[in-house]
């Protein structure tokens, strides 16, 4: 899990540099009409394609590795039922249901973290911050798909909006990036909690 969250965070490390260059290639045409290259244009939609392929892989595995991972931790011995405030079942769904998907794993990882320790309150800084990127690189991800989507008619407009979609490329990739290091920070330290746990039952202990 940690090895592939390495993994999106050098993918999308890559992928911000190649919007970073892309935006300022396609708003240099935006101001210099002419100076429009056909052959950095092609390698551009080359890259795109290889990159959105990539991510989406990498994104879909560490999405499924997380579900697993969270849904396991959550349902397991080691945690106290009494300080748990979600069924085990939404560390599954409530990735999924619309709006909820915004809150609910990160009241489920929450949950983990306070069943597995007594002592712990809730809301921790860093399970807060990873959330928070992860719903903002989201955003971003939507924004950019919009900007490419309304893109004009004109070869201006839609090499302005090619342009405005990159830049918030390079904003999602950021949040990406820090999405992935505070994930593997999120992992690692609700997992050593989860091993900690002195809510093993005797059978489990003996």
């Known amino acids: 899990m940690v090895a592939l969250l390495g993994l999106a965070l050098l993918g999308n490390l890559l992928n911000g540099a190649f919007s970073f260059w892309a935006w300022r290639t396609f708003s240099g045409w ?5 100076a429009v290259d056909l052959g950095q244009a092609t390698a551009y939609d080359a890259g795109t394609a290889v990159a959105a392929l990539v991510l989406t892989l990498v994104h879909l595995t560490v999405l499924v590795l997380m579900i697993t991972w969270l849904f396991q931790a ?51 800084d860093v399970v807060l911050a990873w959330w928070l990127s992860v719903v903002g690189a989201s955003i971003a991800g939507r924004v950019t798909a919009a900007l490419v989507s309304g893109a004009g008619a004109s070869d201006s407009e839609t090499i302005s909006a090619i342009a405005s979609a990159n830049l918030s490329d390079v904003v ?20 050593r909690l989860v091993e900690q746990s002195p809510h093993v039952p005797a059978s489990a202990a003996a």
């Open 30 to 34: 935006v101001d210099e009409p002419a």
């Open 74 to 124: 959550h349902r397991s011995d080691r945690m106290d039922p009494s300080r748990l405030e979600h069924r085990s079942g939404w560390a599954i769904g409530g990735w999924f249901v619309p709006f909820l998907n915004l809150v609910r794993p990160y009241q489920v990882v929450e949950d983990v973290r306070v069943a597995s320790q007594s002592t712990l309150g809730r809301q921790s």
């Open 172 to 191: 999602g990739s950021v949040l990406w990036v820090a999405a992935a290091v505070l994930g593997i920070l999120v992992v690692r330290s609700t997992t």
